[in-house]
T-cell receptor, first 107, second 114 residues
Framework: GQQVMQIPQYQHVQEGEDFTTYCNSS?????IQWYKQRPGGHPVFLIQ?????EVKKQKRLTFQFGEAKKNSSLHITATQTTDVGTYFC???????FGPGTRLSVLP | SAVISQKPSRDICQRGTSLTIQCQVD?????MFWYRQQPGQSLTLIAT?????????ESGFVIDKFPISRPNLTFSTLTVSNMSPEDSSIYLC???????????FGEGSRLTVL
């Protein structure tokens, strides 16, 4: 199945700084999903992107799907300690997850 | 949405024994999925459990080690057989929304093998 890669693997930011994680595929994706997993918790769905160039916002989170539908990004503005966790992308047509980006926010 | 209950939530087991994890969903679903998440790692799909047929296993996972049952559309079990410390992990049950393709997860079963 199609594999997705994520960078960076880890990110440590100071509270209030911005954060971005990237999800990349070598092949075109029909759609992309993002999940968040808090420490000790289970993954929770955040959003799905379907259209080329699509941008969606959820409060301080901005999700983008690339024009070629081979990459996606999740940007968090002014991080808070509640943003701590691991963010995974997933190609919506298979059940394989990317390796994830673990975000630490220092107060 | 779907509410998924897993048990046990955690267990400590001895090498060589087997443990069965149960997954109960509050609605009927065609496919149920079992994932493993090793410490600090991503989720790895073990198998897809379909009601009325044999489970479909991913590369690297075999039925003898991870037998799965799916007796009805709301329930599934995963057994981790002949455990070794390398099986220490979190095991997660998941279902997919037919409408949105979103995956819902149970709380997970944290297994420690001594």
């Amino acid at each position: 199945g199609q594999q997705v890669m994520q960078i960076p693997q880890y990110q440590h930011v100071q509270e209030g700084e911005d954060f971005t994680t990237y999800c990349n595929s070598s092949t075109t994706l029909s759609n992309i999903q993002w999940y968040k997993q808090r420490p000790g918790g289970h993954p929770v769905f955040l959003i799905q992107l379907v259209k080329s160039g699509e941008v969606k916002k959820q409060k301080r989170l901005t999700f983008q799907f690339g024009e070629a539908k081979k990459n996606s990004s999740l940007h968090i503005t002014a991080t808070q300690t509640t943003d701590v966790g691991t963010y995974f992308c997933r190609h919506g047509q298979n059940f394989v997850f990317g390796p994830g980006t673990r975000l630490s926010v220092l107060p | 949405s779907a509410v998924i209950s897993q048990k046990p939530s955690r267990d400590i087991c001895q090498r060589g024994t087997s443990l069965t994890i149960q997954c109960q969903v509050d609605s009927q679903v065609t496919m149920m999925f079992w994932y493993r998440q090793q410490p600090g790692q991503s989720l790895t799909l073990i198998a897809t459990a379909n009601q009325g047929s044999e489970a479909t296993y991913e590369s690297g996972f075999v039925i003898d080690k991870f037998p799965i049952s799916r007796p009805n559309l709301t329930f599934s079990t995963l057994t981790v057989s002949n455990m070794s410390p390398e099986d220490s992990s979190i095991y997660l049950c998941s279902v997919v929304s037919a409408n949105t393709g979103e995956l819902f997860f149970g709380e997970g079963s944290r297994l420690t093998v001594l």
